[in-house]
């Protein structure tokens, strides 16, 4: 742990120390909850984010794991106070989690900038949460720890481990080709979500809890821990002890966030063959650290590591199965020699020498980088004239034989239009076309949707075949597989070239080579563009308006552009 201890005056006794009427006013409303003054002046004040809501049911214990935080901070000479935020369930929010992403961002910053906080404490868990709350903590930058409140425990159904997310698109594929009866379907909803906890898969949440981890905003090792674990509260107690430390000792989130770590959670996404949505959330948090990382350093840094963790979608196993096996310390020793040491997490070590006593228990699970599951396992970035700023494929969940393919493209210019036809038999499809999804992106949508995945039309699932190109300006869910282009940048809606794609243009991939090109000459494409036009959502007010009038293009993290940066944590003026 860091040795630097600072003397500086407490944020919160601005607040709290305050003499006159004001201060009367902050200590006297704070006095109704039975708190003595004795606890609160003078002490470090952490401020407690908790996403707990049961609209996110996979943060639906964290008043549990709030608490474990509250007996830490109690015990360290802190006084905690717990606040709510916006909280984003991937399962039942429409039309799409990732809408609002930024939204309770903001929810975020404004209620720690606004309140009597030296230090905070992030409970994090599904997918949006982590990185809604990291980033408005960023535009904050106080002393910061995040806690990831862990993977359900693995599910069981018909004598098999089944994993969140991904058996859902594995049996939804069953059911179509008659494999899977109705009953047997609603019988493994319940097999597949048995405890409390978010995606048991590296989707989405586990790879933002590994995210958080490899950049050092956790304590070592807390990212595999499941929910149901006891651990799990014993390390958020030691977290709530750590916040009250890190107040001594001035370690802000912009003094982990470096470049460094930025590079460490790029290298650390690929080992682990953590979800393309990493991307998004990496770039729009750095953009608000202030740290520069653009979609092309993905490539450069991270497709070359190898993939070691055998965890769905990219593999066989769960984050259960991770954990028993070492967790995130094990994959970070493997690959130490290619991190980033001169980086400090929040208990002011590197994660290189956080990592330095793991063990392997289990090589099936996290391979020796020795001998890796893939020896390239990170994201790839292709351009083209179809996404001139990138489009993204996670290579380790696509087939290999399509990663260098030329098809016919089939066109769905809407997500309706799509659910519309793709069953239609007259559909002129075979498994050789390029399947094309447009306006899913930020503006287009809005929100840009898990739907990039698309699933495969009945008639070719029929023939057995389970893969297909498919390029879209839409996201994937982390727990989703398949040889799927997403993110491409500029957007159909804004009129990048993919809102121009007819039936029938050939499309050409080459993954190895990072291209896409579609073979349509330049005249002919300024032809369809004299054509286009934007289609209009009807969105007229509201939240929405503002998300789609100041949303990014995907290649810079789809933040609202007036939220890029931070304000700090000065609030000058009283509220009385
Ligand atoms: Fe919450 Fe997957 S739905 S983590």
Redesign the pocket.
């Known amino acids: 742990m860091s040795e630097q201890k600072t003397t500086q005056k407490l944020r919160s006794q601005d607040w709290f120390g305050k003499e006159g009427k004001d201060g009367m006013i902050y200590r006297s409303w704070i006095k109704n909850q039975g708190y003595p003054a004795h606890q609160f002046k003078g002490k470090p004040v952490i401020g407690i984010c908790n996403t707990w809501s049961e609209v996110?049911?996979?943060?639906g214990h964290f008043r549990e794991i709030a608490q474990s935080v509250k007996n830490g901070v109690y015990e360290a000479g802190g006084f905690p106070l717990e606040f709510p935020v916006m909280s984003l369930?991937?399962?039942l929010i429409r039309p799409t989690a990732m809408l609002y992403r930024n939204l309770a961002s903001m929810s975020v910053e404004e209620s720690i900038r606004g309140n009597p906080f030296d230090a905070i404490v992030l409970l994090t868990?599904?997918?949006k949460t982590t990185p809604s709350l990291v980033m408005g903590a960023a535009s904050v930058d106080l002393p910061t720890i995040v806690v990831p409140g862990g993977p359900m425990l693995n599910g069981r159904f018909q004598g098999r481990t089944i994993g969140?997310?991904t058996d859902v698109w594995r049996f939804d594929e069953a059911r179509k080709r008659g494999e899977m009866t109705e009953a047997e379907f609603e019988e493994a909803e319940s097999c597949m979500s048995r405890s409390i906890g978010?995606?048991s898969t590296m989707?989405?949440?586990?790879t933002m809890a590994c995210m958080v981890e490899a950049l050092g905003l956790t304590l070592p090792g807390i990212a595999a821990i499941p929910a149901a674990d006891s651990r799990k509260k014993m390390m958020a107690h030691m977290s709530g002890i750590r916040a009250v430390e890190m107040v001594k000792e001035n370690l802000t989130m912009s003094k982990v966030l470096t470049r460094g770590a930025f590079e460490n959670a790029i290298m650390v996404n690929a080992a682990v063959g953590g979800s393309t949505n990493l991307i998004l959330h990496l770039l729009a948090i750095a953009a608000r650290i202030g740290v520069e990382v653009n979609l092309d350093d993905f490539d450069k840094i991270g497709s070359k590591i190898p993939l070691l963790v055998n965890l769905m979608p990219s593999g066989k196993y769960l984050m259960e199965d991770f954990f028993y096996a070492g967790g995130l310390p094990v994959v970070i020793k493997e690959i130490q020699n290619h991190l980033r040491k001169d980086t400090i997490s929040v208990n002011g070590k590197s994660i290189v020498d956080n990592s330095a006593d793991a063990k392997n228990w289990n090589e099936e699970v996290i391979f020796p980088s020795s001998k890796p599951m893939i020896d390239e396992g990170g994201i790839a970035v292709v351009k083209g004239n179809l996404c001139e700023n990138g489009a993204v494929i996670k290579v380790s969940a696509a087939s290999p034989h399509l990663l260098q393919h030329k098809g016919k493209a089939v066109v769905f210019e809407t997500i309706e239009d799509y659910h519309a036809r793709i069953d239609d038999p007259e559909l002129e499809i075979d498994e050789t076309c390029v399947m094309v999804m447009k306006n899913v992106g930020p503006k287009g949508y809005p929100g840009m949707p898990e739907v990039g995945n698309m699933a495969l039309p009945k008639k070719i699932l029929e023939k057995g075949i389970t893969d297909m190109v498919r390029i879209s300006d839409a996201r994937m869910?982390g727990?989703a597989y398949g040889t799927v282009f997403l993110h491409a940048s500029p957007e159909s809606a804004v009129g990048g070239n993919l809102a121009l794609v007819q039936n029938g243009d050939l499309i050409e991939v080459d993954v190895p080579n990072r291209k896409i090109h579609w073979h349509v000459s330049d005249e002919e494409i300024a032809e369809r563009r004299k054509n286009w036009q934007a289609i209009d959502l009807g969105y007229n007010r509201g939240y929405i308006k503002l998300y789609i009038e100041t949303v990014n293009q995907s290649h810079e993290g789809a933040d609202l552009n007036f939220l890029i940066g931070k304000s700090g944590s000065e609030v000058n003026r009283e509220s009385h």
């Open positions: 996110t049911p996979c943060n369930g991937e399962t868990g599904c997918d969140s997310g978010h995606c989707g989405t949440a586990s869910s727990t």
